[in-house]
């Protein structure tokens, strides 16, 4: 039996490997030997653009043994998106999270990021993120030169997805031999913000003493101006139909006579501009020892800041005094008016003005080095690297009740607010009182928190590979790593959370400070003013808050809250150290992969078979602290204007000073994996594989942290990590077929499953018996008390943790077609298609059941897969010009089976609508050094629409706008 065991290039793969520059250095002998004999009778010429970035990623794809796609720059220094994540979602079976219009974050065949693992050349990067997810709005484009996402492991794929792994490579100066240079100025114009932005980029790379030894520099710098159009809803709850004046009616005029009605306890707009600006730097500097011996070290520099002040208002539904409500079938209270209920200190019925700045200061360094050696038949490779992240994220969140002067009142029964969810997706409201009348601010919550995060990665590559060349054996790879990773997080918050007042230690309730909550106190209207936009959310229809007002002093806000308080070193924020922890995670991983290749009834095929063995060790450290009582008392309360008497369930509950904690957790496991290919013709080809993949808990979840909410009785929560969480497990299958013509036309299919052994997921009880320590040990409580009208009731508080549960199933198509229109005559044959459909089904019969009266359980999907996703990409290279034009869809999907936004707790179900983007670039070659660039991203202005378990009840509608950008490039 003949076996061939070599690479027949086709004139596409010729190309691609001139498109790489072999992908290593300009040396011959470190590239195969047929590979440079190829070369070496072949005309070299430069191919570059659309096509020959597709015929590029092309050859990656068309000879690897298992199932990968990629991307590959246009040009030095040249991706046709903002950054990597909006390239990468071209491919199939890849969306994307868009954060403030921006992508962001890679979802991989239903898989969102905290499946995936994301490195760049290899290494991981560190990251300030709650999961392992890498933010790549963090790596500017200039900078990448390719990426690759492999969708079926080898033994030699690093741990850790159950997606894909994603590996962003940078560009190499010994793989562009000679003097290179590329620059491009830009300007953003976004059109919410009617504003424009910069951006500059440039690389310069060079390579000396005869092509052995190369530098490349590049450098990034962007800073633009966005807004985001946002209404959401939150507190999601029931009203009794006791406490509806009336009657109730159905759409159709109807008496109905539900026991109770669904409506969202808060509908909130802002309207916020962003400021960003982000610094990139990359340094790769290579030398090639000698024919067999290659250094390389690389650095990455990124400064990124994110800084957003917010304005807006919210609508506090959960206010009582219902009449004349309109009941959707569903159970929904979808129209009706509120009237305020009885009057409190004169007025009733505020609303909410919604202030704040946050932001976000995040640097990040990564450093390594590379050595990679030929020694006869073994090829060494040793890598190391260090990375690290820190960051200071702030959120100050200032809301000001709006009410009327007492002599004009706020809404009433004679005079009510007006609300209908009918005709739009947005509510229709009006109300009598005047939120555009700085006179009519008063003070109420403040809440203040900074978070300073640090990430901190050593890691350790040892591998080499043996080529044996006997049977079917053609090599054997093996290696080993060592990862080290500690994530820091450290809490900062003003002491009560709300910030209406502090408890004073040991005092009765009566001796603490002034409270601002409720207080209708007056605040300085100089601090105010009306915001000017007259085009907030202007694609909604509908009557609601498109103006209202806006801080303009954050200072003297401050100053006048302190003065209320009669605190001037408000706001005071503290160390929470219960919110803050120390995570370490250590991890050992060995492998062993055998490469095979033969022949059988005429046809070569090519594969591997493979086990990778780790070992985890975590250590998680924090503090925690002991309940020690817990008490509730009906506390009375006269308002000094009418004398009215009202009354406050009131909890109060004392604790004991924290003290440390440490937690450790240890496991290991086998990962075997096999892949192969068979080459039916020179132009079909068939992969199948198969392999055991795993993806580790976010760091941030297996902390000692523990967040207690306890400031009311019907809002008694404790939330925190689980350092004893072990990895999310699945066995996976894939099959695919590949059809690759010579003119670099290709179309693929790939079918595939996945069975989830083990799986992670937040869950929620309720104690009924919440525990406390006494003499050092916990017991049951039972906490009853008497509420006004005599009635006995009792405490109970709500316990949120992820733990690990058994998981579900995905299966799952991928379709996939890249058609060159070149047989046709003249300026016609620079066309081309591109495009991707991928189809998926998920259950989860494990997941924990929704059991809310009046709400709709999800079905049994995963969280996170959409049905069907595709892409279409027409593009035009001809002559100087080149164009693009693309778009994205995704079905819609379960965001979260189990949601923050109900009332009680966690609990509804939250969704997102499908979403689909057209996007938009061209390009003009003025000269062999200069080009004219313009891009157009999100043309159609498209929103962001999620929903609670039904579409009438809405969770979210954000707009970012549609950015336009005109740009100049240089290359020498």
Known sequence: MKINKKFKLSMVSKACLLVLGTSATSFPALAEESTSKQQEATEVIEVTGIRGSLTAALVEKRSAA???????????????????????????????????????????????????????????IANTDASRSVDLQMLPSELIGGAQISKSPMATTPEGSLGAYVNIKTVRPLANPG??????????????????????????????????????????????????????????????????????????????????????????????????????????????QSEHITHRVDYLFSDFSRQENKQGMQIPMQIPGWQNVIASDAGTAIAGEKTGGPIKKGVSAPLDGQFGIRGSDTKTQAIGYNFLA?????????????STADANIRQDDLVPHYSNPKDIGNASPENPAIYDMRDNDIITYTTPIDFTDPANAKAHFNNLVHQELSDEINEVQFDFSYEIDSGILVSIDAGASYFDREKIVDDFRIPQGTACRDKKDGAPKADW????????????????????????????NGTFPRQFMTVTDLDAYHAAIAELREQPSWPNEEHDVTLSTATEEK???????????????????????????????????????????IDVTLEEEVDPDTGEISYTDELDVTYSEPGQIMR???????????????????NLVVRFSGAQVLSLPAITDIGTD?????????NFTQKGGNPFLTPYEATQFELSFGYYQDNGSNYSVNFFTKDITTFISKRTTVDDTPNIYVNGALEDSVVVWQDENGETKSLSETLTQKENRNGGKINGVELSALYYFDYLPGFLDGFGLQANLTLLDSEDDNSETIELEGITAPSNGLEGFSETTYNIIAFYEKYDFQGRIAYNWRDDFLLKRNGSRYNGGEGISEHVKAYGQLDASFAYTITDNFKVTFAAINLTNEKIHEYL??????????????RYTLGLRYKF
């Open 66 to 124: 298992n199932i990968i796609d990629g991307i590959a720059a246009e040009d030095l220094g040249k991706f046709p998106d903002q950054n990597v994540a909006e390239s990468l979602q071209r491919i199939p079976g890849v969306a994307i999270s868009r954060e403030n219009g921006e992508g962001s974050k890679l979802t991989i065949r239903g898989f969102g990021p905290a499946y995936n693992i994301v490195q760049l050349n290899k290494r991981t």
């Open 179 to 288: 003097l290179k240079v590329a620059a491009s100025v830009k300007t953003k114009y976004n059109d919410l913000t009617d504003d424009y932005s910069p951006t500059f980029s440039g690389i310069i790379s060079n390579t000396f003493f005869d092509d052995r030894f190369g530098a490349l520099l590049g450098f990034s710098y962007q800073k633009s101006t966005n807004r985001i159009d946002l209404v959401e809803t939150k507190k999601w709850d029931q009203v009794k139909a006791s406490k509806i004046d009336g009657d109730i009616h159905n759409e159709q005029g109807e008496v109905v006579t539900p026991a109770a009605l669904w409506y969202p306890g808060r509908y909130q707009f802002t309207l916020a501009e962003e400021e960003r600006e982000r610094t990139g730097a990359n340094l790769s500097l290579e030398f090639a």
């Open 374 to 386: 030929y020694a006869g038949d073994f090829t060494f490779n040793f890598d190391v690297s260090h």
């Open 513 to 540: 400070g002034p409270s601002t909550c409720n207080s209708l106190a007056d605040l300085p209207e100089g601090i105010f003013a009306v915001n000017t936009t007259t085009d907030f959310l202007s694609n909604e």
């Open 587 to 629: 991890r050992t991983s060995i492998y062993t992969q055998a490469n095979l290749a033969g022949e059988i009834a005429g046809l070569n095929w090519s594969g591997n078979i493979g086990v990778r063995y780790v070992e985890t060790d975590t250590i998680s450290r924090g503090h925690g602290k002991n309940r020690l009582s």
């Open 664 to 682: 450790k957790n240890s496991y290991s496991n086998v990962l075997p994996s096999a892949n192969f290919k068979l080459d039916i013709t020179d």
């Open 706 to 714: 523990t967040k207690y909410t306890d400031s009311k009785v019907d």
């Open 949 to 962: 378990d039904i579409e009438e009840r809405l969770a979210r509608i954000q707009y970012t706008g549609t």
